[in-house]
């Protein structure tokens, strides 16, 4: 069983900056790839972005792949989040989640933390 849990998130203005942490416990991190994922309210979740368990393989959702980077130091059991030139559309609570390559592509995990708040004003 792998507890995940987030930090990082907060307020921040149109064009800011933001990471988001993800540290795993109680299973073995590196065998898993691990994704974020995001749901605004009134909105479904949608996926945003995929690292391998080696962290060698990485793919982001289209809207934001020009400015988020995903990141995992399988040392600390830890996958980041880097965000950059936030929008006020990318307000949502934003998860991150353990599981197989193609199926957090399609929202689907083993795990999911339960969220980090990330609000961006205009």
């Known amino acids: 069983q792998v507890q995940l849990v987030e930090s990082g998130g907060g307020l921040v203005q149109a064009g800011g900056s933001l990471r988001l942490s993800c540290a795993a416990s109680?299973?073995?991190?590196?065998?898993?790839?691990m994704g974020w994922f995001r749901q605004a309210p009134g909105k479904e979740r949608e996926f945003v972005g995929v690292?391998?368990?080696?962290?060698?393989?990485?793919y982001m959702k289209d809207s934001v792949k020009d400015r988020f980077t995903i990141s995992r130091d399988n040392g600390k059991n830890t996958v980041y989040l880097e965000m950059n030139s936030l929008k006020p559309e990318d307000t949502a609570v934003y998860y991150c989640?353990?599981?197989?390559?193609?199926?957090?592509?399609?929202?689907?995990?083993?795990?999911r933390g339960q969220g980090t708040q990330v609000t961006v004003s205009s």
């Open positions: 989640a353990a599981g197989e390559w193609f199926a957090l592509q399609r929202r689907s995990s083993n795990y």
């Open positions: 690292i391998s368990w080696s962290g060698t393989s990485t």
């Open positions: 109680g299973g073995t991190f590196s065998r898993y790839a």
